[in-house]
């Protein structure tokens, strides 16, 4: 039996499983513990857990995260919460230089099992500075792993897989996925993990494929539901879930099934997560191309503080039906 | 070396096979010849037979699984990791593919004469040298069916070349695989592709389907279906003529054959093969009914070739009695027998598909009175048999107990006009009423 439950829910019931089964896991940021979280994701951890397993920071990333990552040098298996990821650049020497490195430099006999997860999203009138995207940025890092999830389900599924995993796990939430509902497997059915680099069909389509992560994939499925009812236009819809590794095999299936791709990113379109799996596409399946790969990304300027401007310079199902109807 | 297995192209229309049973596993050598798999095309399961020696390292496309042409099914003395790269190999084994064919036709020839010359010329280049833009999906299908880009008119934004645009263009070209009429049937298509420039795939309107619906995916033959009748039923210009024939004579001859027949070979005689006879004899006596539109000239068969039409699982298909005007009634009673148990079977070969001019379709045995059957293309006309029914008729002015039966007739107006339908229908109808002529 799955049930009916919130996004931040589902991290919550993630935290607290990994927190029951694992002594050595540890949340760890601003206002996780006594303030129940700033956006109520650990809310009752602290109380249930207490001050050990449930730990306060000072507002200083660069300390925390730095901290957590020595942590995960010595065994223990820290889960940080930005409380923005637009806040990674104050920390992004520790992100990068030591977390994604010291696997690698120490010739493998240390790991750094940490997670950084808040959210990464744009669309709240949060202005520039907080409302940066940046998970095709740390993918571009080896040595680091990280994902997107877009349903509840995912993101219970995926924040399990990453505190078990060995090496640094970022996770991008996102604060306008948060209230959202979706199933989620009970826990009385065994344990839900859905393991790192793996995609998912969320629709099953033949004319075309929209290629999304995080929040874009829901309005990937609200444009599918346009195209269907509206043009007769058939799209599938292939939920990265991870950003890395990246399901390379799953972005060709798809694109050898319709012929057709249309990329949907709600980080930048220079050098962002779509740019990569564009090149992968015509490098692996040019021949089955029907028409070129086109994108739909958040229009190329900091973000936009006027709500109404903002919505526009990010993906929405309107951008996405019009794009398909102009590539087509 | 490593040799890569490719999908060989089976049919004229094949795209893609379904690789149904593998006769070999990874480990079992094989022998140039060997039966190595089962391959369903889009009419027929086949055989497929090995073209090179080896062991083979890896098998790559499951049984079940779909495969377009030229796709590596199992890799021969690699080292199980995948497919060969060496472009030598597969170029070998493509050429192998193409022997594969059993008894190719002169048409399935002409077709892969430009397949060839598609694979050297990277940018193809219309009459005129302007570059001919296309997609890399519509050059690949192009080049394995076959297809001319410079005959096929560009559905996509800028008049770019899509699979749609070039599958619509082999559809077109029917097994006449004259460049002339491949390419007025790709024009007469760009009306049909423009239509599609929102839609790249289905040309359907989308029904609402709810949870308690069942979708089923279209096999190789329902697709093959849809798209030459969409095909005919657009780019055709169909009439229709009907006419009520006195089955009587017929049926009482049919029992006396067969009463005498018992007696000596044992062939039971159906109605249906004397409307074959018959339909046959016609042609003869109205040659310009046999014969096909190839877009600047009308093709006038020599022989008959008799299409009938076959209703099988999921489906239809319609094998080929070829030169039926030099068989015996008992001739062709025991071919249709024949193609239609194979065709059932799913055993037909495909050169068994090639080469109708007329089709003959009989739906009497479901109680049908009457009905118009769709063209089948390149043909220019196909026969709609209905039931023999006891009615009244006035004879003499008086009503007597009749049997009778309907014969419909549904041509190509762009080869056969009404006055020479009418004829052929009435030389149908007075063979029937007359059967011991068909019999001379």
Known sequence: MSRKMLYRHAIREALDEELARDENVVVMGEEVAQYNGAYKVTEGLWEKWGCKRMVDTPISEAGFIGMGIGASMLGVRPVMELMFWSFHSVAFDQLVNNAACVRYMSGGLINVPIVVRGPANGGTNVGATHSHIPEGLFAAFPGLKVCAPATPADAKGLMKAAIRDNDPVYVMENTLLYGTEGEVPDPSEGDHVVPLGKADVKREGSDLSLIAHGRSVLHCLAAAETLQSEHGISAEVLDLRSIRPLDQEAILETVRKTNRAVLVDESKGFGGVSAMVSHLIQEHAFDYLDAPITRVTTLDAPAIYSPHVENDQLPNPKRIVEKVLQSS | ?440
């Open chain 2, 1 to 440: 070396m490593a040799t890569n297995i490719e999908m060989p192209k089976l049919s004229d229309t094949m795209t893609e096979g379904t690789l149904i049973k593998w006769h070999k596993q990874v480990g079992d050598e094989i022998e140039i010849g060997d039966v190595i798999a089962e391959v369903e095309t889009d009419k027929a399961t086949m055989e497929m037979e090995a073209f090179d020696e080896g062991t083979i390292t890896s098998i790559e496309v499951q049984e079940g699984e779909k495969a377009p042409i030229g796709a590596v099914l199992a890799v021969l003395d690699g080292d199980g990791s995948g497919p060969a790269a060496g472009s030598g190999d597969a170029a070998e084994s493509a050429d192998a593919g193409e022997d594969a064919k059993p008894a190719e036709t002169p048409a399935a020839e002409t077709s892969s004469a430009p397949a060839e010359k598609a694979q050297s010329k990277p940018a193809p280049t219309r009459a005129e040298g302007e570059r001919i833009k296309s997609s890399p999906l519509a050059r690949k299908v192009a080049a394995e069916l076959g297809v001319d880009l410079a005959n096929v008119n560009g559905s996509g934004p800028a008049g770019r070349i899509v699979r749609a645009d070039v599958e619509a263009a082999a559809n077109g070209a029917g097994s006449t695989g004259k460049p002339s009429g491949q390419a007025a049937a790709a024009a007469g298509l760009a009306a049909a592709a423009k239509s599609k420039a929102t839609a790249p795939a289905p040309q359907a309107i989308q029904p609402v389907v709810s949870e308690q619906d069942e979708t089923i995916e279209l096999t190789s033959m329902r697709r093959i279906i849809a798209d030459r009748l969409l095909l005919s039923k657009q780019t055709i210009p169909h009439f229709y003529l009907h006419a009520e024939v006195d089955a009587a004579p017929l049926m009482k001859l049919r029992k006396e054959i067969n009463a005498q027949a018992e007696q000596t070979h044992g062939n039971k005689y159906s109605v249906n093969d004397f409307i074959l006879k018959a339909a046959i004899n016609a042609a003869q006596t109205v040659p310009a009914v046999n014969a096909s539109f190839t877009g600047d000239a009308i093709v006038r068969f020599a022989s008959v070739g008799m299409s009938v039409a076959i209703a099988v699982e999921d489906g239809l298909v319609t094998p080929v009695i070829k030169n039926a005007e030099t068989k015996s009634l008992l001739q062709i009673s025991k071919e249709v027998k024949d193609l239609a148990v194979r065709a059932r079977d799913k055993k037909l070969k495909p050169n068994e598909f090639d080469g109708g001019t007329i089709t003959v379709s009989n739906l009497g045995a479901w109680g049908v009175e009457s009905f118009d059957a769709i063209v089948n293309p390149p043909q220019a006309m196909i026969i709609s048999v209905g039931g023999a029914i006891e009615k009244p008729v006035v004879k003499d002015g008086q009503v007597v107990p009749g049997l009778r039966m309907n014969l419909g007739i549904s041509c190509d107006h762009r080869v056969v006009d009404g006055a020479v339908a009418a004829e052929y229908l009435a030389a149908v109808k007075k063979l029937i009423e007359q059967p011991a002529l068909m019999l001379i």
